[in-house]
């Protein structure tokens, strides 16, 4: 699979996150949503797993071990939590996956090598704009996913907050945000990944 159409199928996937997270939001939609956040999720692991399939059998063995103790006990307490409360449970995994996409970049920054892709010392730009862009989005995931949980389980007001100048606030920040990604790609700067990470929570 080429660099080009993993990002794409990246984008899609958080583009079907944040359509998960407003569905979340209101309990007449939390099941779309619900289906939103599975078919990204579905996306996301497929496109890893045939473009940066696991070498070895070994690494297959951690893959599918990993993902029988994560799937085993989000089974086991999706059984013991009633329906009523199942909105307010997905919302809450939502949050660990924005929160595992974050860690993810992170970890692929700190250790290129491990993925391949390092050319002469340097990691491909394609692979630099997938984990600016992969670190925004699960970092607006978690924060988003958070939210909802708290507006689902009545812990927080389910009205909308209205900030005063809130579409100038979201211009300036989503401007300073895409600049953010485009000097990660052309310096490959750690601290400038954290600022992205810290102005997407």
Not at 27 to 39: C, D, E, H, K, V
Not at 118 to 138: D, P, T, Y
Request: hydrophobic share 55%; charged share 10%; net charge positive.
């Amino acid at each position: 699979m080429s660099q080009n159409v993993s990002s794409l199928l990246y984008i899609v996937s958080g583009v079907l996150f944040i359509m998960a997270l407003r569905g979340l939001s209101h309990p007449t939609t939390s099941r779309q949503g619900n289906l939103y956040g599975m078919i990204g999720m579905g996306l996301a692991m497929l496109t890893t797993l045939v473009g940066h399939p696991p070498a070895g059998l070994g690494a297959w063995v951690i893959v599918i071990l990993g993902l029988a103790i994560g799937g085993g006990a989000g089974a086991v307490i999706a059984k013991r939590v009633p329906m009523t409360a199942m909105p307010q449970l997905v919302a809450a995994f939502h949050s660990l996956v924005g929160l595992a996409a974050v860690m993810g970049a992170a970890a692929t920054l700190y250790a290129p090598q491990a993925v391949g892709i390092l050319e002469n010392g340097h990691i491909h730009k394609e692979s630099l704009f997938e984990m600016a862009l992969g670190v925004a989005i699960g970092a607006i995931t978690f924060t988003g996913s958070v939210i909802a949980f708290a507006k689902l389980d009545g812990r927080m007001s389910g009205k909308p907050i209205m900030l005063p100048k809130r579409h100038l606030i979201n211009i300036i920040l989503g401007v300073l945000l895409v600049v953010l990604i485009a000097v990660f790609i052309g310096n490959e700067s750690k601290f400038v990944f954290w600022v992205i990470v810290l102005l997407s929570f």
